[in-house]
């Protein structure tokens, strides 16, 4: 029988045992409240940190409006599980990489002018009133360079991630009590 001896108690495996498994039901929601925290900060990270001109040269916002972050729980795994991204075909060719044919549909563009009425060249192009050009449907080849905002946001947050993990188990098992996301947060002795 192992003995594990502290100043002022000493427990056997049974007791250990026994404690462990009365807070496991506190261990595992402290856990989810740990990958809830974890999957929204790194949506957060990826928005601020890496769509906003880093990566992606934000033009309308599609791509940071598209990206969402769920937290879950799979009790037949025993596991916790949080998954953050995006659903548009577009960000998924930025994060992974693409090359390839893409069908451009027919459309209409718009048509600027470069030179003035007497032929001097302008400083920034003005759009011509009025005038559309038409553009036929075609084949277009593409090489988008894979550019990782979604992976080296989870390379940077794991540090970080590890940090919470212990905190909500030592929440769980010290205080006796489900951890919050401020205790997650705040800097806890131990």
Same mark, same amino acid.
């Given at each position: 029988m192992t003995t594990l001896k502290t100043p002022a108690f000493e427990y056997d495996d049974a007791q250990v045992r026994r404690a462990v498994v009365k807070a496991m039901p506190r261990i595992r929601k402290s856990l989810l409240v740990a990958v809830s925290v974890t999957t929204l900060r790194m949506t957060r990270w990826v928005i601020t940190r890496k769509l906003l001109g880093q990566y992606l040269n934000r033009?309308? *916002?599609?791509a940071i409006r598209s990206i969402s972050a769920s937290p879950s729980w799979w009790p037949t795994d025993d596991g916790a599980a949080g998954t953050f991204g995006s659903n548009l075909e577009y960000v998924k060719a930025h994060e992974q990489g693409f090359q390839g044919t893409v069908q451009v549909q027919?459309? &209409? @563009? @718009? $048509?600027?002018?470069? @030179?003035?009425?007497? *032929?001097k060249r302008l400083k920034r192009r003005k759009r011509v009133e009025g005038? $559309?050009?038409e553009v036929r449907a075609h084949s277009r080849n593409v090489n988008i360079r894979a550019r990782h905002f979604?992976?080296?946001? $989870? /390379? &940077?947050? /794991?540090?970080a991630f590890d940090v919470r993990l212990r905190k909500a188990i030592l929440?769980?098992?010290? $205080?006796g009590r489900v951890a919050t996301p401020a205790d997650l947060e705040s800097t806890f002795g131990g």
């Amino acid at each position: 029988m192992t003995t594990l001896k502290t100043p002022a108690f000493e427990y056997d495996d049974a007791q250990v045992r026994r404690a462990v498994v009365k807070a496991m039901p506190r261990i595992r929601k402290s856990l989810l409240v740990a990958v809830s925290v974890t999957t929204l900060r790194m949506t957060r990270w990826v928005i601020t940190r890496k769509l906003l001109g880093q990566y992606l040269n934000r033009r309308t *916002g599609t791509a940071i409006r598209s990206i969402s972050a769920s937290p879950s729980w799979w009790p037949t795994d025993d596991g916790a599980a949080g998954t953050f991204g995006s659903n548009l075909e577009y960000v998924k060719a930025h994060e992974q990489g693409f090359q390839g044919t893409v069908q451009v549909q027919a459309h &209409e @563009r @718009r $048509l600027f002018r470069y @030179r003035s009425a007497r *032929g001097k060249r302008l400083k920034r192009r003005k759009r011509v009133e009025g005038a $559309l050009a038409e553009v036929r449907a075609h084949s277009r080849n593409v090489n988008i360079r894979a550019r990782h905002f979604f992976r080296d946001t $989870l /390379k &940077e947050q /794991k540090p970080a991630f590890d940090v919470r993990l212990r905190k909500a188990i030592l929440v769980a098992v010290r $205080l006796g009590r489900v951890a919050t996301p401020a205790d997650l947060e705040s800097t806890f002795g131990g």
